[in-house]
T-cell receptor, first 111, second 110 residues
Framework: EDKVVQSPLSLVVHEGDTVTLNCSYE??????LLWYKQEKKAPTFLFML????IEKKSGRLSSILDKKELFSILNITATQTGDSAVHLC???????????FGTGTRLTIIP | NAGVTQTPKFQVLKTGQSMTLQCAQD?????MSWYRQDPGMGLRLIHY???????DQGEVPNGYNVSRSTTEDFPLRLLSAAPSQTSVYFC?????????FGPGTRLTVT
């Protein structure tokens, strides 16, 4: 059974700090790993990673995948209060395309 | 292009009642899924579909049925509602590269 574990469960930092969120996974047939941000409503897509060592970047957010060690990290630099959210990691199975989610990291940014 | 739509947004049921949560997408995506989200449990897959006429069970399928007669629609049926089915339900549609979620349905079973 596919499994995703995220750490830490919650994180509280001050505005301007840099944070690193962790995601480790077990999946039968790996296709991709996805990161989402969830505020009060539905999750919104951040990144999809398929290859090891290639950093995906969008503004202050970046993410990288290590397929040998089966983990990914999401970095957020110069955090802002708008980054406060639950950040979710998910892995997609090759073939049936099922997504398995972790329980998320609740990030709180203090002004 | 409306993306993924879900109805209703909120619903209160009594134990034993049945209902259907509607989900539609207008992006011609092959894959559609239903998740439930409970506090501390993350998103758990209920049922999914890889194309019209094809459905399969996810992690927590008991008490729910689905069908996929068209590419656009993927309704979720609660056969006999139970308090344990109180949750927020998200429908999603996807290609192999990205997944879009609907706005969610908050269901309370009393």
């Amino acid at each position: 059974e596919d499994k995703v574990v995220q750490s830490p469960l919650s994180l509280v930092v001050h505005e301007g700090d840099t944070v690193t969120l962790n995601c480790s996974y077990e999946v039968t047939n790996f296709r991709s790993l996805l990161w989402y941000k969830q505020e009060k409503k539905a999750p919104t897509f951040l990144f999809m990673l398929t290859s090891s060592g290639i950093e995906k970047k969008s503004g202050r957010l970046s993410s990288i995948l290590d397929k040998k060690e089966l983990f990914s990290i999401l970095n957020i630099t110069a955090t802002q209060t708008g980054d406060s959210a639950v950040h979710l990691c998910a892995v997609r199975d090759f073939g049936n395309e099922k997504l398995t989610f972790g329980t998320g990291t609740r990030l709180t940014i203090i002004p | 292009n409306a993306g993924v739509t879900q109805t209703p947004k909120f619903q209160v049921l009594k134990t034993g009642q049945s209902m259907t949560l509607q989900c539609a997408q207008d992006m011609n995506h092959e894959y559609m899924s239903w998740y439930r989200q409970d506090p501390g449990m993350g998103l758990r897959l209920i049922h999914y579909s890889v194309g019209a006429g094809i459905t399969d069970q996810g992690e927590v399928p008991n008490g729910y049925n689905v069908s996929r007669s068209t590419t656009e629609d993927f309704p979720l049926r609660l056969l006999s509602a139970a308090p344990s089915q109180t949750s927020v339900y998200f429908c999603a549609s996807s290609t192999r590269n990205e997944q879009y979620f609907g706005p969610g349905t908050r269901l309370t079973v009393t």
